[in-house]
């Protein structure tokens, strides 16, 4: 059974009706067992070609980030090479199908981004225009450049894992330059280097606020495609996994003083009176989860759970116990606890969100979630 990207393809190439495509996609799900929204299908690898291009395109570009690491103090060598492997992802990026192949596209979207984004660093640091205390100065740079990069390879190439990517290197941007101020801030004050976010919980507050309106945005993408026929419900399914992630770190970042960003899942000082407010959270999102039919959500929020009790012996695998027995005691009753929960909400507020039912029909609903006319021959589907 070829993606449903494809017969999209089809259809509109008229090589195959819509009803037919509708009984494909529910031949599809009667086999799966599973609806097509609560399957979440996504593509990391297109095949093992598609693997191959993708291993050697990121050797050759990690050898040249290499190669202007290395000779950062050359003017000619580093205002060249990382502008290069920029402009090479892009054209090497136009010439491939990131449809057809997700794991190059992943190493493309990663070598563009990054490199367009330290391109003004490069610059500042061959030319000294900046100091090193300028650290939110840099940070602003990189954030500005980050938003350009993600807008022209986004509207290039619509690839969904982009806008998540973006945003989580923004944010660890941000927040790393933050937590860097602090720390030097409380140095300089008082004579020693702060370790933990014990006043300042300004990271943590910018975390939540990104963490929101990322979940915001998941959410406006997944009601704009209710069966998660198209390319939407990829790009939803990708932002879900960086908000689910942003929001715990923020919140527990909040409740036991620990940095957002580490180099670790650790999250030290978790007390007992927090433990309330732990399950408060998990159940919260898996509410939220289980209304939009959203499991990478909840992953992404079960997840830094596993570092949360401390890098002490055995905290870290009392996190990951719990951690796992969450995720399979939701994913083994996912569809009749999905039942339950849209069985007691309003028939309104059902209708705007991904089906449970295995057949479907009719066509695929618009953004306002109206029936579509027949669709003409040559015709862009939505």
């Known amino acids: 059974m070829r993606t449903e990207i494809d017969l999209d393809a089809a259809s509109r190439a008229g090589i195959i009706g819509e009803d037919t495509a509708i009984a494909l996609r529910n031949f599809q799900a ?34 040249m980030w290499m190669a202007a690491v290395a000779w950062h103090n050359d003017l000619s060598v580093t205002i060249l090479i990382v502008p290069m492997i920029a402009a090479i992802a892009f054209i090497l990026a136009t010439r491939a199908d990131l449809r057809a192949s997700p794991a190059l596209g992943f190493v493309l979207m990663i070598a563009f981004l990054v490199s367009f984004a330290t391109t003004p660093l490069a610059f500042a640091e061959v030319f000294d225009l900046l100091s090193p205390r300028m650290t939110i100065v840099k940070a602003a740079l ?26 989580s290197g923004f944010s660890l941007i941000l927040i790393e330059e933050l937590t860097k101020q602090y720390h030097r801030r409380m140095f300089f004050e008082t004579g020693e280097t702060a370790t933990l976010f014990t006043t300042d919980a300004i990271p943590a507050l910018i975390a939540l606020a990104i963490a929101l309106v990322t979940l915001v945005w998941a959410i406006w993408y997944d009601i704009s495609d209710v069966r998660r026929e198209t390319e939407r419900s990829q790009t939803a399914f990708w932002l879900h996994c960086c908000a689910g992630f942003l929001l715990t770190r923020a919140l527990f970042s909040l409740l036991t003083g620990a940095e957002v960003i580490n180099d670790t899942l650790v999250l030290t000082g978790l007390e007992a009176h927090h433990v309330p407010l732990l399950f408060l959270m998990m159940f919260g999102a898996a509410f939220i989860s289980l209304l939009l039919d959203r499991r990478s959500l909840l992953t992404g929020v079960l997840l830094p759970i596993c570092g949360i009790f401390g890098s002490q012996d055995g905290a870290v695998a009392a996190g990951m116990m719990m951690a796992g027995i969450s995720l399979l005691f939701f994913n083994w009753g996912w569809v009749r606890m999905r039942i339950a929960l849209l069985s007691a909400i309003p028939a309104k507020l059902e209708a705007q969100l991904p089906r449970t039912n295995l057949a479907l029909l009719g066509q695929r609903p618009t953004r306002r979630h109206a029936e579509l006319s027949p669709a003409k021959p040559g015709a862009r589907l939505r």
Do not use: H, N
């Open 30 to 63: 009667q086999q799966d067992g599973v609806s097509a929204a609560s399957a979440e299908k996504f593509q990391l690898f297109g095949g093992y070609a598609d693997l191959v291009s993708a291993l050697g395109t990121g050797l050759v570009l990690v050898a």
């Open 142 to 167: 990189m954030g500005a450049a980050t938003f350009i990069g993600t807008a022209i390879f986004w509207r290039s190439f619509r690839f969904p894992p982009t806008l998540a990517f973006a945003i």
